[in-house]
């Protein structure tokens, strides 16, 4: 009752925020990611919602002809969804739990983000 109260006089949704401030902060893990999800066991894509084991991410993006030899550019890469070619892949090497109801919630957050980072259509 005490926490009801207490919730009713907050002008905002807290929860909301610190939730969205986690999927946001869950977003740096879906790029440049290759080295964390090697030592993943389990992964999930923000975009279709699949959860997936590593060895099943075939697409890598981010080598160029220059720097396909270095291992570190090699760790940078960024993984690529073997179900629908996303750069929105995560693994649970960064922490955060993969499973269903977070992908869903990473998905909800993956296209509002995408909304807000859109450019703005080009007048003619
Ligand atoms: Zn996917």
Redesign the pocket.
Known sequence: MEFRAATRHTACHPTADRTMNELLAAYRYTSNNHAQIEASKVCG?C??V?IFRPDEIVGWTGLTVQDMDDPKAIGRQTAM?P????E?VLGDGCGFPINAGFLARMNEAWFQRTMIHRPAPKKS
Do not use: L, V
Request: aromatic share 0%; glycine share 10%; hydrophobic share 10%.
């Open positions: 894509c975009n279709c699949e969804c179900r629908c070619g996303s929105a």
